[in-house]
């Protein structure tokens, strides 16, 4: 496999994996999102869709593109975590509100506001060795996109 399908590879199991943690962290572990956690998954979710368009054009230029697409993507979401660990550590002011998560659907809907876990932005809610969920996916997104990048770049000296 060169660099360039490599590259390409990558551009969906980065995101793929980081989003997985996220929900696993979510669904498995109770660690319910803020508004910012939710903003460093949308790019994700990008990164995963133009990674698997890219990888289902093949050779093509198109998909090498459309993993280049990818790769921005995943960088922007390590991007929003950069600013949400900021908020958390209090390196900078954050939102003035926070998020809770979405409804239960119960059609009773001051029962699911009053029922929903009130989350803070600027409160981790866990954290390994001082670093936070969100510090921890500005790392690995910030990384692991320039990886891709220059995994795909490398080849020839151009991304073309």
């Known amino acids: 496999m060169t660099g360039r399908q490599t590259g390409r590879v990558l551009a969906l199991i980065i995101p793929a994996a980081l989003l997985g943690g996220a929900l696993l962290s979510q669904y498995g572990f109770?660690?319910?999102?803020?508004?910012?956690?939710?903003?460093?998954?949308?790019p994700h979710e990008v990164a995963i869709g133009a990674a698997i368009v890219g990888l289902l054009l093949g050779r093509r230029s198109a998909g090498?593109?459309?993993a280049v697409v990818a790769a921005i993507a995943i960088i922007a979401?390590?991007?929003?975590?950069?600013?949400?660990a900021g908020v958390e550590y209090r390196w900078w002011e954050g939102l003035t509100t926070c998020s809770t998560t979405p409804g239960s659907g119960s059609g009773d809907v001051l029962a699911d506001i009053m029922n929903a876990p009130l989350i803070r932005c600027d409160q981790a809610q866990w954290t390994l060795a001082g670093i936070s969920l969100a510090g921890f996916n500005a790392i690995f997104s910030i990384l692991g996109g320039g990886l891709v990048l220059w995994l795909i770049g490398r080849k020839q000296g151009g991304f073309a």
């Open 64 to 66: 090498t593109a459309l």
């Open 30 to 42: 109770g660690l319910h999102p803020c508004e910012m956690c939710y903003w460093q998954r949308w």
């Open 77 to 84: 979401s390590g991007a929003i975590g950069l600013f949400h």
